[in-house]
Nanobody
Framework: QVQLEESGGGLVQAGGSLRLSCAGSGRAFSMYTMGWFRQAPGKEREIIAAITWNGGRTYYADSVKGRFTISRDNAKNTVDLQMNNLKPEDTAVYYC?????????????????WGQGTQVTVSS
């Protein structure tokens, strides 16, 4: 069992930066693929970034490629999302999630554990 808790959301102006952090509990955290997702009002939850257990592979959605960076520190059981050059369309609730696998997965249904989410609002 893995429990996840996000932090770092808030209100930022367009062009600004935020760093989200996800703290996980449980020994298995370091063995799992981790993902960051977001859900805007009226839209489906979408994956925006993922990282395999050792950081060897990363994935980014086209909408955030070049602006967001995912990283993890298994010693601290954390996975972070650095978000730069934020745009109003990045406004959403952001979730971290863990998939019980060590390979790259980008399908929402493959993720087994979820945090409660943190709100990110980007003003124009």
């Amino acid at each position: 069992q893995v429990q996840l808790e996000e932090s770092g959301g808030g209100l930022v102006q367009a062009g600004g930066s935020l760093r989200l952090s996800c703290a996980g509990s449980g020994r298995a955290f370091s063995m799992y693929t981790m993902g960051w997702f977001r859900q805007a009002p009226g839209k489906e939850r979408e994956i925006i970034a993922a990282i395999t257990w050792n950081g060897g592979r990363t994935y980014y959605a086209d909408s955030v490629k070049g602006r967001f960076t995912i990283s993890r520190d298994n010693a601290k059981n954390t996975v972070d999302l650095q978000m730069n050059n934020l745009k109003p369309e990045d406004t959403a609730v952001y979730y971290c999630a863990a998939a019980r696998t060590n390979i790259m997965v980008v399908v929402t249904s493959r993720y087994d554990y979820w945090g409660q989410g943190t709100q990110v609002t980007v003003s124009s």
